[in-house]
């Protein structure tokens, strides 16, 4: 099994690609070791020393490091770590993984139906080659609410992304968006 690795726009991120599936839909996000649980790979990837957070994508795994550890000696590990995984043929994320995605109905829906429409078909694609996500968490007032996920959560880039390419993609195409804000969860 041969893994390639990618830098991410984020220098405390790193985006390893293993050359299969990570997760046949959607994405998932282990900001915390307890976040980990369910997750066989994304337990031993928290393993290795100075490991903060772990993404999956849909054929690439997200590794945020603390600021004391060098890439020199965690990537060699968490190369390990993900090919031990995959040899072992222990599933990605145990039991039903399925994201609850909240509704939005009312007035707002079809606004809604918009936003999420566009951040679907022109802003995911683009921040997954970054080894992040952005996923809608809310539409109030002409605010739309995103949380950033993977490489994209503490980048130094995410706010100029989220201001100047995002909020100005939505404002264009949906006039009643007036500004974007970042939500953690």
């Known amino acids: 099994m041969f893994i390639q690795t990618e830098t991410t726009p984020n220098p405390a991120t790193l985006k390893f690609l293993p050359g299969q599936t990570v997760l046949d839909a959607g994405t998932a996000d282990f900001p915390t070791p307890d976040a980990s649980a369910k997750s ?76 999420k429409e566009l951040l679907d078909t022109r802003v995911r694609p683009a921040v997954a080659q970054d080894g992040g996500d952005i996923t809608f968490q809310g539409f109030e007032r002409g605010v739309v609410y995103l949380n950033m996920k993977g490489a994209c959560a503490g980048c130094p880039s995410s706010t100029l992304t989220l201001k100047m390419g995002i909020e100005n993609l939505l404002r264009h195409y949906i006039p009643e968006v007036t500004e974007v804000r970042p939500v953690s969860l």
């Open 40 to 115: 066989p790979l994304a337990r031993r990837i928290f393993a290795v020393p100075g490991v903060t957070g772990v993404f999956f994508g849909s054929d690439f795994v997200t590794v945020t490091k603390d600021d004391a550890t060098d890439w020199s000696h965690a990537k060699p590990a968490i190369l390990g770590a993900i090919m031990e995984h995959f040899q072992s043929g222990a599933p990605v994320i145990e039991g039903d993984s399925a994201p609850a995605h909240a509704d939005h109905d009312g007035e707002d829906g079809a606004i809604v139906a918009q936003i």
